[in-house]
């Protein structure tokens, strides 16, 4: 497996920097670029597309909070796809579940209650964001990976607010 933080020079954590992240990717871009190999024979070509692929998919990985998350445990030998099935814990799901029956009706919501709604959602997100921090950091595994499964649930409801606030215009 890749460590998309080797790619970018980065010790592998949750916190990083991401406007560095960015100059770096800007960096290795200009380094790489296919377009840069145009003149170069087809061997170079193929190395500088299939480089320049890879900063990409790292870049996508570590500039997104669960997917940057999800990497590290990868890296720690965790099995997403396997942890991606296990169940959160009722409390949580129902939460999620209130949260989403929300969104639904996101339209019909008045100012006041959209934006609570929300700061509700934004603020579970940023809590869960900052457990699974202080859990890998701890190297606490097991725990950061049940953290992680939250995350994902909280990423996927975060992406349902942004459509449900494109569709109400607002």
Known sequence: MANYFQSF???PQFDIELGALEQRYEQLMRLCHPDRFAGAPAFEQQV?????ADINE???VL???VKRAG???ELKG?????LERQPASPDFLFDQMMFREQLQAFDSLSEAHADALVEQVCSAYAC??????ELFESGDITAASASWVEFHFQQKLKDELVRAQSQAGR
């Open 9 to 11: 020079d980065l010790h």
């Open 48 to 52: 500088a597309a299939k480089r320049s």
């Open 58 to 60: 790292a870049f996508d």
């Open 63 to 65: 500039k997104h909070g």
């Open 71 to 73: 990497h590290l445990l």
């Open 78 to 82: 965790v099995d997403l796809d396997k």
């Open 128 to 133: 869960t964001e900052a457990k699974f921090a």
